[in-house]
């Protein structure tokens, strides 16, 4: 008990220093997860709970965590990697309470200062209401609701704690990659720039010999661009936890109670897991402004504050225009312009730029695009591809 209580009482002490970029730095953090299946799996997931709360506190890039995670299904206690902001892992203690797996592990990390969440403005993402494919498997707990609840739970995840995106909120539309028209009226209408749809699979429950309840979590997701209605990813996820509740029980999935529980603490890691998997896949995605009103020296664009949009950020324009390939193929092309524009007033989703070349300010078209001018100009001259509290102690060594 000591031990286990040594190890919260370091994960709660923050210690703040400044990191120059040939710094290394010493993420001292407290991963946890509840037991299921075998203490090696509650431990797999604890360290994999820390290395996200280092890569987040950091600041590095969340969305390369996730390919570190099946690197860790092994029992060594050290791990090193070459080509990746987590360069060293070091498990220190484990300590298991109330069913309640505990890893302390110090982890080097070399934050770089050169994601996509540092050079682009945020993207936005509407999520569906999930549905549950198999009725009949909710009937154990009445977990009707839990498609609706967990939607809830995905949106709250990639509001508060994703670098790249930002949640417009739920909604009960139906998302079907058949009417990709439908699904650009929908992100036209929410202003989204993903769309997140997908099914619940499977919620079976299986009783162990002990009269336990394991019961299974399976869904699949699809994410749609919101300017084309096309699909752009893809993933199938499935969990197993111990079902705490009574067989006849009414568990009310809103309540702090079933969130807290084992089953409730594998839904956000699924969660979790989801949101680093949109990071990995679509935070390099380019975001374009559009210039959406104009009047005289002025323009309005349709991303704001939401977006990360500040005042005095600097974008260069982008004319669009359409031709007809030899197929006879409707195409966009984008063409860069000598005109940038600087942002002088932020609102909620939208924002108003002035223009650094009023000589230039008549072929500014409805519809043109812009790009960020990044300050250290490396990927200004690019063309856009346009498409129709953690808590731990840090500690740092100074790298010869």
Known sequence: MK?????????LTV???LVSGADAAWYEVTGSSAIVATEDQAKIHALEDAVYKAARFSGADIGSVSNLFPLLNTKKDEFLFTNHEVRYIWVE?????????YVKARIDIYPSARGCHFDQYKKTFLVSNFDIENPQQAVMGQLYDLGTDFARVLNRQIDQTSQSFVSVGTTDYRLDGHSPSRLEMIAEDKGAQYLVSGEITDLSATANSDDTINRQFSMNVRVYDGKTGNEVMQRKYREVARWPFPKTSQVDTRSARFWASAYGDMLLR????????FEAELSCKITLPEVIAKFGNTVTMNLGRIHGVKAGDTLRLWHTGSFIDQRGISRTKVTQSNITLTVTRVYQDNAELKIDQPTLADSIQIGDVMRKINEDKTSTNRPPHRKDGDHMSKQTENQN
């Open 3 to 11: 031990k286990l209580l040594t190890i919260l009482i370091t994960s």
């Open 15 to 17: 210690t703040l220093s």
């Open 93 to 101: 203690q484990v300590g298991k309470e109330n069913g309640i797996m």
């Open 270 to 277: 699924v969660s979790r897991n989801m949101m680093l998997d």
